[in-house]
């Protein structure tokens, strides 16, 4: 169902492309300076995309729109009625065309790099900007838009109501193709996209519509006016990004203290932050949940840095529940030294508690962190069927059931079930 979702939107967008390019050559372009200066701008938007990635070479979810001046540029040129006062007559065919066209001119140097944003990415901002001049175009054109709501701020309000359904429409599309791509529920997704225009969406929908104003009344020079504070406000996007990477990165060095240490088996924390966030993404998390549940797997342990005496193997969900619990007590109190979010100390000074009395979160570390814990380094002898099954029969206190079973699900979707422990790292 995800996948064909997926398709069927990759499909339409190919359509609409093929239909737009085909339209405009076949006619021509209307009022080519205009479509030029767009063009321009949304290729200048494509150029000064961000490249941050993560270790997985993908685009953080933080950074969901990596070209936000280009986005900016393209509502704009969908939502323009008018420039210098004279009205235009680019249809959405046209925008279409112009959009795509300058687009692929702009991403053609990330692409030399290896860079390049994902088709889903363009089929995106195909739909999308298809979907706002839809809306506009022909009402404009036509003058029935201009016949009841005039030229005033009544203009204005229908614009910025038609920003908020597109940014509606962007997230469906969003979540309709990270469903197919991650497996995740849709309902968490679609939460996660609607969240987004909170952040920079917000900018990109503001500058689009000041943009097709501005251009409306100033003409054309309104375009680079109005670029500027997108711009810095991308750059500021781009710094906290970088922070939070570095801060990321912090945090699983610290993790690999009580590795270093020989408290815990080589990959231990690595394995359970990676399985717990598979987990949870099954669970339907918002990305604030699963950051959160990631920063707290990787510290899980860090509490057994203050014991004198180690725990075999670092084994933690085989020892006797109150060492379990004064453990993680340790651990949140360390957590809470280095400066973390109080939740993700919360987390971890919780792991050991009944699992009705512990947050989600806690839940998924606790329940991961015994499966690796039993399979062990030389894997457990019945294999991680086994391991599950010791769960299951934990499921009273110390395990909550549709943790467990999710887990299981989790580790039978990448087919990991029966053949022993996670590979490390």
Known sequence: MRAGAARAVRAAAALLTLAALGHTLWNGVVEGGTALAF??????GELARSDHRDAAGAVPAEDRRPAPLGSAGAL???????????????????????????ALVGI???????????????????????????CFQ??????????????????????????????????????????????????SLLRDELRAPAGIGSAICATGLVMALGTAVAGLWALPVFS?????????????????????????????????????????????????????????????????????????????LSLVDPVPAGATARLPAAEARRIAVLGGEVARQTGVPPEVAVVVERQADPYREQPVAARIVRAVNAYDDL?????????????LERLRLGTGRDFQPEVVECLARVLA??????????PPG
């Open 39 to 44: 063009g321009v701008l949304i290729g200048i």
């Open 228 to 304: 500027v504070p997108l711009l810095l406000t991308q750059m500021s996007f781009h710094r906290i990004t970088a922070v939070r990477t570095t801060y990321r990165q912090t945090i699983t060095s610290l993790a690999r203290a009580t590795e270093i240490a020989g408290c815990t088996r080589p990959g231990h924390s690595r394995r359970v932050a990676s399985l717990s966030c598979a987990v949870g993404r099954e669970l339907g998390l918002s990305e604030r949940e699963l950051t959160v549940l990631e920063y707290a797997a990787l510290m899980h342990d860090i509490g057994q």
């Open 413 to 422: 979707g990448d087919g990991r079930t029966g053949v022993g422990p996670l």
């Open 138 to 187: 022909p009402l404009y054109n036509s003058g029935r838009l201009e016949g009841r709501v005039g030229q005033g701020p009544y203009l204005v309000l229908f614009l910025v109501l038609l920003l908020g359904l597109t940014a509606l429409c962007d997230a469906v599309l969003a979540a309709a193709l990270a469903g197919a791509r991650t497996g995740r529920p849709y309902c």
């Open 76 to 102: 704009a040129y969908a939502l323009l009625g008018r420039a210098a006062g004279q009205p235009t007559h680019h249809g959405v065919l046209q925008v279409v065309a112009v959009v795509v066209a300058a």
């Open 108 to 134: 053609v140097p990330h692409i030399a790099r290896g860079h390049g944003p994902a088709f889903d990415h363009v089929a995106r901002r195909v739909l999308t900007v298809a979907f706002a001049a839809v």
């Open 375 to 387: 399979c062990g380094g030389e894997g457990h002898p019945g294999g991680s069927l086994a391991a």
